[in-house]
Nanobody, 123 residues
Framework: QVQLVESGGGLVQAGGSLRLSCAAS????????MGWFRQAPGKEREFVAA????????TYAASVKGRFTISRDNAKNTMYFQMNSLKPDDTAVYYC????????????????WGQGTQVTVSS
């Protein structure tokens, strides 16, 4: 069983930055990919970014490409999410997720989830 714990959310003004972290309890060598998803009030959970654990290859949603950066630290079994130029539309609960296969973009393809961390961007 893989446990994921997010941290780093908070309140920030538009144009500001936040860095999220996701620590995995299992050795990430057993995982193929990890990702970040978000869910705004009244909306469905959506894909934001994913990273292949071995190669470091990444995929981003169009809405965040160029502003957000996903990365990982193999030695620390931790994934990071640097969010710059934040907008009010980025306000959501952010979840990290993991799977054993290649990186994917659909919610149902990830069996392991963290508890979520709130990101609020004020205008």
């Amino acid at each position: 069983q893989v446990q994921l714990v997010e941290s780093g959310g908070g309140l920030v003004q538009a144009g500001g930055s936040l860095r999220l972290s996701c620590a995995a309890s299992a050795r990430t060598s057993s995982l193929g990919a990890m990702g970040w998803f978000r869910q705004a009030p009244g909306k469905e959970r959506e894909f934001v970014a994913a990273i292949s654990w071995s190669s470091g290859s990444t995929t981003y949603a169009a809405s965040v490409k160029g502003r957000f950066t996903i990365s990982r630290d193999n030695a620390k079994n931790t994934m990071y999410f640097q969010m710059n130029s934040l907008k009010p539309d980025d306000t959501a609960v952010y979840y990290c997720a993991a799977r054993s296969g290649i990186r994917r973009t659909q919610v149902y393809e990830y069996p392991y989830w963290g508890q979520g961390t709130q990101v609020t961007v004020s205008s």
